[in-house]
Each structure stands twice: as structure tokens, then as C-alpha cells.
């Protein structure tokens, strides 16, 4: 990767596209600092920070820590990822919008961008008005002698206006820069909280290697006292050692594809010979990415989320706390459920994705067929006997690494590290997305010069 990226700086075109996006970063970070008006930043960071294990925990992650601090860039870009991921879904539903994606071309394709851009101002403005009633709940709105309904207005718009800005960022970087915009983007939120989250699980291992009182001591013998330091001593290395493995894992992964070989037939045009070349179908065994994490984390943060606005749950021994206590992070039934809910929406997200009897219709139309199997339904049921497969595979793997982060957190009492898998995933393959993109872009330019 460093040297994909010193061979990319010595490019002139390139080292361009890798400045533009540098400089777009930090507008995006200084955004990420200027906080938006009447709102008591300090008091919602303390009161976020007791919320790491709920959906205001993933969104805080996803945006860099600006959703905590309500800042201009606090809803970040994901009304922009829901936007992307209702159109595309709704492309599956409504006819019109699927002949539009596919027999539409290039102006099919700009129709439902724009379409994407209304409905992400759209889903912004109903963001910004939930964070405004959370924080207003909470009283941490201060318009001092102004209306309450212009205060409400100025910051619903704030938080709109710097949402619709990164979207419009996001896209000069995709256009301008190296990469996909928006990728990078929740790239740099992401590793901007990186710091943060070290000394979060440096806290936590400290706290969890002297947790002992005097009186558990005195009821130990000096050989058990020895073990329990000692095996507190191995703490970090071991969570050092795991997190790299952890990354490791994670790009072998990605990088990971099942080829189905296919065979095109010979055909003879004139007095020449076509065809009877072979060929493959790359499946890619994580095919639906972060997004089963994504919902799947949604969906079990429910209760909890919920849970913030009913003020019985904070009291001990109510229903609404006893019910909450099965959807903490650090409970049996929560990963259960957790783990369930991935396996579920990747399939769905695999479905979405991948088409079987669309492929092998293709297959059939230029003359391609699978070895052993004979073109049409049997090619189709073929292929998707290999995708149930791929995605139990897939779905497993998504899995491991949602919960691994999730009861290390637990363990060590680092709740935040809750959504440390989702994170990771989504570094690594935009990383990996990245420097395939930077390799792509200097092999062209290396043809281009040999033809010229």
C-alpha cells in the first residue's frame, strides 16, 4: 500500500487528485468542529457518552464524534447512505424506476442521482428535527429571548445545510480525487475517532486489571494475587495482537472470491472462428459488505434508543428497565439477536445484489454455459446453490467480526468498542478500495503512454 502510494505522489495527475482530496478532508474536519447555535454542546457530550451501546453510538461513530458534539456535519453523510440504500431498493419495487436504472443509460443514471440528492435533503431535514427534539427534550437548547420555534428552525437547518454540503463534497472527491467520496468521507470520520477509542480500551484495561478491593485481596492466597496481575500484565498485548489479526482476517476476506468457470461455444462467422474462449463468474464471498452490520446494529439498538425517551426506564426495577437490560450490549440475548439479524439481512442484501436467473439468462443469450450443467433453469439453480453458500459463509464471517469487538468491549468495560468491527470493516475495505483505484488509474496511464 506505501508504495502504491509513493508511486501514485510521483504521478502529477495523480499527486493532483490525492491533494484535492487531502484538502477536502480538512474542510470536512474543520465542519466536523463548528458547532451549531443554542445548543449546550458540553452537556450532550456527556450525555452521549452514556449512549455508546445505542443507534446515537453508531451514528456518532460514523460522522467522527461531530454527532455528539452538534456540529454543522453532526448527521454527517448518512442521510445520504439511507437515501442511496431506499432508491435502490425501490429500484427492485417500482418497474419505472428499474427500467430506469437499466435501459436508461447515462441520462437514466443522472435522473436517479438527482432523485438520491432530493430524498437525502429530504431524510436530513427529518434527522435534524429528531436531534432537535432529543436535545430540546433534554434541555439543552438555549435560544435565550428568541422564539422557540425560529431556534428550532436555525438548527434542523444547520444540520440539513451540512449534510447537503457533504453529499456535494463527496461527489467533487469522486470526481476531482482518488476513490469514492462518500467512502472516504466516513473514512475520515471513522479514523478520526481512532484516537479516542485507544484511550477508551487503554482506560478499560486498567480499570479491569485492578478492579480487586481490599477485602477480596485478603481472601486470596499470594499465588492467586501473582496470577491475576500477571494475567492482567498480558492484557494489552493480547488486544494488540487480536485487533491485528482482527485486520488481517478482515482483508483476506474481502479479497476473497468463488469463480465458477463458464465455457463459451465456438462459433464460425465468414471464415473466421469466434468463441470457445473460457472464462469465470467472480462471487465475492463478502458480496453485501457492511451493510447487514449497519441494519442488523440499527434494529437491536431499537429498544435501547427508544428507551431514551420513556423517562421510566431510568428507574430501577421498572418494565421498561428490566426490558432494556436484555437489549445491552453486554447480554446473551442482545448477541443472539444481533447474531441472527446479520445472518438475515445478509441474505436479503446477497438477494438484492445478485441475480442468478439474470445471469445465467445472459449466459444463455451470448453463448456461454457452465461445465456439467446445461444452460437456462439448471445453470440458475446452480448458481444459486453457490450463492446460499457464498453468503452463509459471508454472514458468518460479518458476524465474528461484529461480536469479537463487542464482547472484548464488555470484558474489558469498554462499551464504545460496541461498533468496533463495523468500523474496521469499513476502514479496511475503503482503504483496500482506495489503493485499488490509485493502481488502476496508474496502469492506465502507463498504457496510455505506451500507445502514445
Request: aromatic share 10%; hydrophobic share 50%; no cysteine.
Amino acid at each position: 500500500m506505501i508504495q502504491t502510494i509513493r508511486n501514485a505522489w510521483a504521478v502529477p495527475e495523480l499527486r493532483k487528485k490525492i491533494l484535492f482530496t487531502i484538502m477536502a478532508l480538512l474542510i470536512f474536519r474543520l465542519g466536523s468542529a463548528i458547532p451549531v447555535p443554542y445548543i449546550d454542546s458540553n452537556a450532550l457530550r456527556d450525555y452521549m457518552q452514556t449512549q455508546s451501546g445505542t443507534i446515537l453510538g453508531l451514528m456518532n461513530a460514523m460522522s467522527g464524534s461531530a454527532f455528539s458534539m452538534a456540529t454543522i456535519f453532526a448527521l454527517s453523510i448518512q442521510p445520504y447512505i439511507n437515501s442511496s440504500i431506499i432508491i435502490q431498493l425501490l429500484t427492485v419495487a417500482i418497474p419505472a424506476l428499474e427500467r430506469l436504472q437499466k435501459e436508461g443509460g447515462e441520462e437514466g443514471r443522472k435522473k436517479l442521482a438527482s432523485i438520491t440528492r432530493y430524498t437525502t435533503v429530504a431524510i436530513a431535514l427529518l434527522q435534524g428535527f429528531g436531534y432537535y427534539s432529543l436535545v430540546n427534550s433534554y434541555g439543552l437548547v438555549n435560544g435565550g429571548a428568541l422564539p422557540g420555534i425560529w431556534v428550532g428552525i436555525v438548527i434542523i437547518l444547520s444540520f440539513t445545510a451540512g449534510s447537503a454540503f457533504l453529499m456535494w463534497l463527496g461527489e467533487q472527491i469522486t470526481e476531482f480525487g482518488i476513490g469514492n467520496g462518500i467512502s472516504i468521507i466516513l473514512f475520515a470520520g471513522i479514523v478520526s475517532r481512532g484516537p479516542a477509542m485507544i484511550q477508551t480500551m487503554i482506560t478499560g484495561v486498567r480499570n479491569w486489571r485492578n478492579p480487586l478491593t481490599d477485602a477480596q485481596l485478603a481472601q486470596m492466597t499470594q499465588t492467586q494475587i501473582d496470577n491475576h496481575f500477571v494475567l492482567a500484565g498480558w492484557a494489552v498485548p493480547l488486544v494488540i495482537i487480536g485487533m491485528i489479526a482482527l485486520v488481517v482476517f478482515i482483508v483476506f476476506i474481502q479479497n476473497a472470491e468463488r469463480r465458477i468457470p463458464v465455457q463459451y461455444a465456438k462459433r464460425v462467422v465468414g471464415r473466421k472462428m469466434y468463441g470457445g474462449q473460457a472464462s469465470h463468474i467472480p462471487m465475492k464471498v463478502s458480496m453485501s459488505g457492511v451493510m447487514p452490520i449497519i441494519f442488523a446494529q440499527a434494529i437491536a439498538s431499537l429498544p435501547a434508543t427508544i428507551g431514551m425517551f420513556v423517562p421510566s426506564a431510568q428507574v430501577e426495577g421498572s418494565g421498561w428497565n428490566t426490558f432494556l437490560k436484555w437489549f445491552d450490549t453486554s447480554s446473551v440475548f442482545y448477541i443472539v439477536v444481533y447474531f441472527l439479524l446479520i445472518l438475515g439481512f445478509s441474505y436479503f442484501y446477497a438477494t438484492m445484489q445478485f441475480n442468478p436467473v439474470e445471469v445465467a439468462n445472459n449466459l444463455k443469450k451470448n453463448g456461454g454455459f457452465i461445465p456439467g450443467f446445461r444452460p437456462g433453469k439448471p445453470t440458475a439453480d446452480f448458481i444459486h446453490k453457490v450463492l446460499n453458500k457464498i453468503t452463509l459463509f459471508g454472514a458468518i464471517y460479518l458476524a465474528i467480526i461484529a461480536i469479537v469487538p463487542l464482547i472484548t468491549g464488555s470484558a474489558i468495560g469498554a462499551s464504545n468498542l460496541a461498533i468496533g468491527g463495523t468500523s474496521v470493516i469499513i476502514v479496511v475495505g475503503v482503504a483496500l478500495e482506495t489503493v485499488k483505484t490509485m493502481e488502476a488509474q496508474m496502469l492506465m496511464r502507463h498504457y496510455k503512454g505506451f500507445l502514445e
